[in-house]
């Protein structure tokens, strides 16, 4: 089975913070993504990588940068957190093709106060 | 901005009934997906559709992509509480690499 793993369920953050969220896939996917989840305007793409190094903005990449210095690891970072960065970021992976599956991970809930 | 429009927003319902989920753009789809979403989990994949027509079904859900490929529908037959969770389509479009997600339908079986 496929696993997309994210370094935590929970967190919180006080405005102006810098943010680290990690994400983790074992099935050896060139895909990786970056959606925010929010009540009323479902997923939102927020980065792609589709290869180590590369990196493609999507649709809200405004106050978010991403890494991707290994093939199954995909960072997503908040430079200076806001309040309005309060959500739900999944992050999925999947083979390349436009067809492929995206499988997601559980999913981070990030506070910022 | 290709949108996908996914009506409607909210159902609620009971156990044993029918119900369908739509999904409408103004643009041709490339490809068509339905994901289901339980609450404090990611999206997991249910259908891809990428034939215009094309209908597939999985136990008691019926999936259905237009002939024009601008529309598609999620039909559940005698809904139970374990269908309970948010519906999303997310789209293909043929000029773009990226999938794009419709804002979803949450529902809520009561039994």
């Known amino acids: 089975d496929v696993k997309v793993t994210q370094s935590s369920r929970y967190l919180v953050k006080r405005t102006g913070e810098k943010v680290f969220l990690e994400c983790v896939q074992d099935m050896d996917h060139e895909n990786m993504f970056w959606y925010r989840q929010d009540p009323g305007l479902g997923l939102r793409l927020i980065y792609f990588s589709y290869d180590v190094k590369m990196k493609e903005k999507g649709d809200i990449p405004e106050g978010y940068s991403v890494s991707r210095e290994k093939k199954e690891r995909f960072s997503l970072i908040l430079e200076s957190a806001s309040t309005n960065q309060t959500s739900m970021y999944l992050c999925?992976?999947?083979?390349?093709?436009?067809?492929?599956?995206?499988?997601f991970g559980p999913g981070t809930r990030l506070l910022v106060l | 901005t290709q949108l996908l429009e996914q009506s409607p927003q909210f159902l609620s319902i009971q156990e044993g009934e029918n119900l369908t989920v739509y999904c409408n753009s103004s643009?041709?789809?490339?490809?068509l997906q339905w994901y289901r979403q339980e609450p404090g989990e990611g999206p997991v994949l249910l259908v891809t559709v990428v034939t215009g027509g094309e209908v597939k079904k999985l136990k008691r859900l019926t999936f259905q992509f237009g002939d024009a490929r601008k529309d598609s529908s999620l039909h559940i037959t005698a809904a139970q509480p374990g269908d309970t969770g948010l519906y999303l389509c997310a789209g293909h479009f043929p000029a773009g690499t990226a999938l794009i997600f419709g804002k979803g339908t949450t529902l809520s079986v009561s039994s």
């Open positions: 999925a992976s999947s083979l390349a093709g436009v067809l492929e599956t995206q499988y």
């Open positions: 643009s041709v789809f490339s490809s």
